[in-house]
């Protein structure tokens, strides 16, 4: 049996104990799990130091090395996260009634686990802690490969959770790691669908193009952000420039920062200014059409194909757009089905706004950067789909799960 198999099969079977739990007996593991992340952090934070080290040398994005960077306090966050999950409400064996047949049949809907999530990811050390907390309170073992830029930091995270897991008496393969980068590897384990249930790449357009196109397994996509803020007509300046600096400049290497900005063309002339002066004091490089562009002083003068690109720097691209219509155009056409904002005073165009905008997460008068789990309510996240194969947006604890359907009769027989 191959190392892959072997690993899938485990966490397969670890899975089905894992499904025997109380809500209180998970709770109590995730409890320890957190505190130890932080007690533990010294040991986390020298194996992430090798990881950059070797980052650093490979000459890795300042975005990836962003991703890639643990500090205790993102350390402290992680458990945090997972203090959350512990309060959230266990989706697990909830019902719903679905109503009586006139035969006398009773029909329900009851939460279940998926089975086993495997997620393959690149530089995001985190995503071992969230993913690992967030699989095992949704009832599913987790099988996690990371990419090689974070081995070191998700085997150290990893053996933090697997420490506790062996104190309550569990598998380890409920949290698995794959303890080897190889490409092949990979391929491999995107064939094991006798075991693993769902498959969700977390990283670039190349890495998730390619698990799309190679795996043999449902795939959920968590896509690039090519996020937007439209400024309406009718919008707030103040409020339109604090989005902007917030979506933009706030952390600039995640999948929630801004990168293109819409403007109705009858509040540019206000607008575009103040955003200049602001946008000038952060450094943020301007890709602006033609328009735009005479408000920004160095401005680069972008044509229609070269908007839609996710920057992760300090770098956006700005478009003026003659009414409504042109801005749906241009996010329908850029966008990433990501998160898209609006500012605006009119309650009739934000509502249109969110009815008609194709994005996982839709915003009126609110930053980008709170389309994220933990800000939505959901705790730790695995990540935020941009496919609608079950999830879209911010996947928490019910989007680990499904519904099976429960009937209950009587003797009664299907003429």
Do not use: W
């Amino acid at each position: 049996m191959s190392l892959i198999t072997e690993l899938s099969q485990q966490a397969a079977s670890a899975a089905k104990q894992l499904a025997l739990l109380t809500t209180q007996q998970k709770n109590a593991v995730l409890t320890d799990m957190a505190e130890a992340l932080v007690a533990q952090s010294d040991d986390i934070l020298a194996a992430n130091e090798h990881d950059l080290s070797l980052a650093r040398d490979n000459q890795l994005s300042a975005a990836m090395i962003d991703r890639l960077t643990l500090t205790p306090e993102r350390i402290a966050d992680m458990a945090d996260g997972i203090r959350t999950i512990v309060e959230l409400d266990d989706p697990v064996g909830l019902t719903r009634d679905m109503g009586v047949r006139p035969n006398g049949i009773k029909i329900s809907k009851m939460r279940v686990p998926l089975g086993v999530v495997c997620m393959i990811y690149e530089a995001r050390p985190n995503v071992t802690a969230d993913a690992g907390a967030l699989c095992f309170k949704s009832g599913n073992g987790v099988i996690l490969r990371g990419g090689k830029e974070a081995l070191q930091s998700s085997q150290a995270i990893a053996k933090v959770m697997h420490q506790v897991l062996e104190q309550h008496n569990l598998p380890t393969a409920l949290i698995t790691v794959v303890p080897d980068p190889d490409r092949a590897l990979l391929m491999e384990l995107m064939q094991q669908k006798q075991y693993i249930d769902l498959i969700i790449p977390r990283g670039g357009e190349g890495l998730i193009n390619f698990v799309t196109e190679n795996s043999t397994i449902p795939v959920i996509q968590h896509f690039k952000g090519v996020c937007h803020l439209y400024v309406d007509e009718a919008a707030d300046l103040d409020i339109a420039l604090k989005l902007a600096l917030n979506g933009k400049t706030q952390r600039t290497g995640v999948c929630n920062a801004l990168e293109g900005i819409v403007v109705h063309k009858s509040i540019a002339p206000m607008f575009l200014p103040r955003l200049q002066k602001a946008f000038s004091h952060k450094q943020v490089v301007i890709n602006a059409d033609s328009q735009a562009a005479q408000y920004f002083e160095g401005a680069n003068v972008i044509d229609e194909s070269q908007f839609g690109e996710e920057y992760l720097r300090l770098e956006v691209a700005v478009r003026i757009v003659d009414d409504f219509a042109g801005a749906l155009a241009h996010i329908d056409r850029f966008g990433s089905h990501h998160t898209e904002v609006i500012c605006t005073q009119d309650m009739q165009t934000a509502q249109l706004f969110q009815r008609s905008v194709d994005a996982s997460v839709v915003m009126v008068n609110a930053s980008s950067r709170f389309s994220d789990g933990s800000q939505l309510g959901l705790g730790a996240e695995i990540g935020i789909a941009t496919t609608k194969l079950h999830a879209y947006g911010p996947m928490g604890l019910e989007s680990l799960t499904t519904e099976k359907f429960l009937v209950n009769g009587e003797g009664q027989t299907r003429e």
